[in-house]
C-alpha cells in the first residue's frame, strides 16, 4: 500500500518571480526524501498554478518543467484571484493522485510539517489542517483583527479551523468531495470542513515571507473577509429583521408616549428628537438595504454559474 500513495503539491502563484526558485527547490527536495523513505510513490508531482502573473513566473513554471517532469504548471487565462487558482489546481490533478498538499508559494508554510499530513492521512485522515502554531511574527494589530475575525465568524455560524488558513492535505475522495460544492463566490476555509470524514490537523510555525512582496493588500483582505461571511452565513439578514423588530417596538414606547404628553397638554415644539431619529433611522435603512444588496449581489453572480477559471494550460 505503502508505494501507491501518489502524492501532489499544489502552489497558487501569483508574481512570485522571486520566490519560486527556492520553493521548487524546496519541494524536489521534499519529494526526494519522501520518494526515498517509501511514503509516497514516484509519481508524485509539483504543480504550480500561474494566476495571471504579469511577470516572469509562468517562464519559470515551464521551465522547471522542461528541466524535470515532476513539475507541472497550469496557466490560468488571467487573474481570479488566490482561492479560484487554488481550486483550479486542485480540480485539474483531482483524478491522478491519492492526495493533495496545497500551500503557499511564499515559503510561509512550513513545508516540513507535510511529513504529519501524510502520516495523519495514512492513519485514515481525509483532511488534515495545518494550523499556525503561534502568531508571534504578526504584529499586535493583524493578531488581534485575526481574532476578531474568527470570534465574527463563529457567531456567523460560520464554521472554520482557528488559525487554518489554505495549507492542507485533502485526500482524493475530500476532493471529490469539494467538487461538489459549486459555488462562485469561493471561501475554502468555511467550505473545506462541511465535506466531513475524519480530519486531523498539525500545527506548525507561519514563518515570514521568503521575498517579493504580500499578494493580498489591505483591500483584497477586508474584500476576502467579507466574502467568508457573506457566502456562508445568513445571520447578518437576520440581524437586520431583528434590528427591524427592535425598532418597530421602541417606535410602539414613543408613539404612547408622545401621546400621553399630548393629552396631558405638555406641547413640546420636538425638532431635535425628530431631526436625529430621521437621520438615525434614515441612517439604519440605508445599511440595512445594502446588506440585501450584497446578498442580492451574491445570488446574481451565483445564478449566471460563471466559470470560476479558465485554464489556458497545462503542462503535464
Ligand atoms: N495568490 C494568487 N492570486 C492572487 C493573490 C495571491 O494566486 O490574486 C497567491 C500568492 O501567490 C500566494 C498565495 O496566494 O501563493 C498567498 O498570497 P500572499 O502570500 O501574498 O498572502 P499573505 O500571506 O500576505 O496573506
Ligand atoms: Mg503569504
Not at 266 to 286: D, E, F, M, N
Request: hydrophobic letters at 40%; charged letters at 30%.
Amino acid at each position: 500500500m505503502e508505494k501507491t500513495c501518489t502524492l501532489y503539491f499544489v502552489i497558487p502563484c501569483y508574481n512570485e518571480e522571486e520566490v519560486l526558485f527556492e520553493i521548487a527547490k524546496r519541494l524536489s527536495a521534499k519529494l526526494d526524501f519522501l520518494c526515498k523513505q517509501n511514503k509516497i510513490s514516484e509519481n508524485s508531482r509539483i504543480v504550480f498554478v500561474d494566476d495571471g502573473s504579469h511577470d516572469r513566473t509562468w517562464d519559470i513554471i515551464s521551465s522547471f518543467h522542461e528541466k524535470d517532469k515532476r513539475f507541472r504548471g497550469i496557466k490560468l487565462s488571467r487573474n481570479r484571484g488566490h482561492q479560484n487558482a487554488l481550486l483550479a489546481g486542485l480540480m485539474s490533478v483531482k483524478d491522478e493522485c491519492d492526495a493533495v498538499i496545497s500551500m503557499d508559494a511564499d515559503l510561509q508554510d512550513d513545508i516540513d510539517a507535510s511529513d504529519e499530513m501524510i502520516e495523519l492521512w495514512k492513519k485514515g485522515n481525509d483532511i488534515v489542517y495545518g494550523v499556525r502554531g503561534s502568531r508571534k511574527k504578526d504584529g499586535a494589530l493583524k493578531r488581534m483583527s485575526a481574532r476578531a475575525y474568527y470570534r465574527l465568524l463563529s457567531f456567523m455560524g460560520v464554521e472554520v479551523v482557528y488559525d487554518h488558513a489554505d495549507y492542507r492535505l485533502l485526500s482524493k475522495r475530500a476532493l471529490d468531495g469539494l467538487a461538489e460544492f459549486k459555488e462562485v463566490n469561493l471561501f475554502l476555509r468555511g467550505i473545506v470542513p462541511m465535506i466531513g470524514y475524519n480530519t486531523a490537523k498539525v500545527t506548525y510555525e507561519r514563518g515570514e515571507r521568503f521575498a517579493g512582496k504580500s499578494k493580498y493588500p489591505l483591500k483584497k483582505m477586508l474584500k476576502f473577509a467579507w466574502e467568508g461571511i457573506s457566502s456562508l452565513s445568513i445571520r447578518p439578514i437576520r440581524m437586520i429583521t431583528a434590528l427591524g423588530f427592535l425598532i418597530f417596538g421602541v417606535s410602539i414606547i414613543m408613539l404612547s408616549y408622545f401621546l400621553i404628553r399630548h393629552f396631558s397638554g405638555a406641547t413640546v415644539p420636538g425638532w431635535t428628537s425628530i431631526a436625529v431619529s430621521v437621520w438615525a433611522i434614515g441612517g439604519l435603512q440605508l445599511l440595512a438595504i445594502g446588506i440585501i444588496g450584497e446578498y442580492i449581489g451574491k445570488m446574481y453572480l451565483e445564478t449566471k454559474r460563471r466559470p470560476r477559471y479558465i485554464i489556458e494550460k497545462y503542462l503535464k
